[in-house]
């Protein structure tokens, strides 16, 4: 969209047009692709990135959306769990993330605590995801009891994806992470929280650790698109740990985890392979050092020669 600072015929340079529309590809995912992929029976990829690296070789693998995940408080932080990360370590690696991204959505999630307290406080830490850090929206764990809330985001402009069914900031109160939605009232539950979600705005919803009769349900019940992980294929999408599908955790795979590389194995090789190359003088090589030019090198030779005639 384009507009006229002033009416045609008026003033000088001021009367060229000023574009206000992001300088942005066409092909760039939005919050709005991803709803379109929905209405178009089409499947959104997802996957974590939490660093420059992953999130380049993702984006240029053309996956639809990169979450910016609090599980780098475990892949990347070596935490138990996901409770320790802090806003200061998420904004952190958001920003890696977004330098490294020019096609997918970038959604970050917030860590425990971070919404957990009040409307502003939650406003406000969702609001330096967008400005400081470069994500495009970000995610919140909770079904009903945090619909108010999120509705206050969305309504400040800041796009928000739901998370409900296993939702790991609660693994205390689940009493661990167990499968959700395996009752009749759990079922109910879980489909009240969906509703809730889609009535205060969020673009997305996750789904996770829950039954694949459920998910499909879900599904099928709402206009917004459900994004899967250990729910199942009915889902509009799938997200999985970038560290799990490469093979680079280190223990074991959930069930729904496929691992469509061992990178841990590769890199120990390489590895060891290094340390061996050092120890017995075959790294570096000749070919792999810097030379002296040749008439530095002449000129040095000469030097060296004089030094050792003078000891003798």
């Known amino acids: 969209m384009r507009y006229r600072l002033y009416p045609p015929g008026r003033g000088g340079a001021l009367e060229a047009n000023v574009s206000v529309a992001p300088s ?29 690296a992953s999130a380049r070789l993702v ?25 320790p990360v802090t806003m200061e370590e998420m904004l952190h690696h958001t920003r890696a993330v977004h330098r490294g991204v020019k096609r997918a959505l970038i959604v970050a999630d917030m860590p425990f605590s971070s919404y957990h307290i009040d409307c502003k406080e939650a406003l406000r830490n969702a609001a330096r995801f967008i400005k400081d850090a470069g994500a495009e929206a970000v995610k919140i764990e909770g079904g009903e009891k945090r619909s ?69 349900m879900i599904t099928e019940e709402l206009k917004i698109p459900t994004i899967g992980i250990g729910a199942g294929p009915d889902c509009d999408g799938q997200i999985l740990v970038f560290h799990d599908l490469l093979g680079l955790s280190f223990g074991p795979p959930a069930k ?11 890199i120990t090789e390489a590895l060891t392979a290094y340390k061996d190359d050092v120890e017995s003088g075959g790294y570096p090589s000749d070919a792999e050092s810097y030379h002296l030019p040749k008439d530095t090198a002449a000129g040095l030779e000469i030097v060296t020669s004089r030094k050792r005639a003078m000891k003798l």
């Open 148 to 216: 108010h809330m999120i509705s206050k985001i969305v309504d400040a402009e800041i796009p928000v994806m739901g998370h409900i069914g296993l939702t790991p900031q609660s693994v205390h109160a689940m009493g661990g992470y167990k499968v959700q939605g395996k009752s009749l009232g759990a079922i109910e539950q879980l489909m009240r929280d969906a509703k809730a979600l889609e009535r205060a705005g969020v673009f997305s919803v996750v789904l996770e650790g829950i039954p694949r009769e459920v998910a499909a």
């Open 256 to 266: 729904f985890v496929r691992r469509y590389a061992n990178l841990n194995s590769v």
């Open 59 to 83: 984006d240029e693998a053309g996956i639809d959306l990169i979450l910016v995940g609090d599980s780098l408080a475990q892949v990347m932080l070596g935490y138990d769990n996901t409770l």
């Open 24 to 52: 942005q590809s066409q092909s760039k995912i939005t919050t709005s692709s991803i709803q379109e992929k929905k209405l178009n029976r089409q499947q959104i990829t997802c996957l974590t990135a939490y660093d420059y």
